[in-house]
């Protein structure tokens, strides 16, 4: 994988859930869905990343190169950005 990746957010109609858009397929293997933290806790590599590297992070899906985030309502969305943009650019490392 390449060691770039962009990242491009996307609100939705629902202000507590974001599109993260990439140039890196991140569910290679079929789209993952993560209700909670524990279960992102359990997933694949990059859930795991993700949710131990973003605080504010209730829920994830991972489709193709796209996360759709639900953030915890008290979570401030330029911080889970940030949090994300960091981790994916180590993961990706």
């Known amino acids: ?6 990242v491009e ?14 140039n890196q397929p991140l569910a290679p293997a079929g789209d ?4 909670d933290f524990e279960a992102g806790d359990q997933g694949s590599p ?3 990343t993700l949710f131990n590297g973003a605080a ?3 829920a994830l899906a991972i489709r193709g190169s796209t996360l759709v985030i639900t953030r ?6 330029e911080a889970i950005v940030d949090d994300v943009r960091d ?3 180590d993961f990706f490392l």
């Open 56 to 58: 504010g992070i209730a």
């Open 9 to 22: 957010m996307r609100p939705t109609a629902d202000p507590d859930v974001v599109e993260i858009i990439t």
């Open 32 to 35: 993952e869905f993560y209700p």
């Open 87 to 89: 981790a994916l650019r």
């Open 46 to 48: 990059l859930a795991q």
């Open 1 to 6: 994988m390449s060691e770039y990746i962009t």
């Open 72 to 77: 915890h309502p008290d979570a401030p969305w």
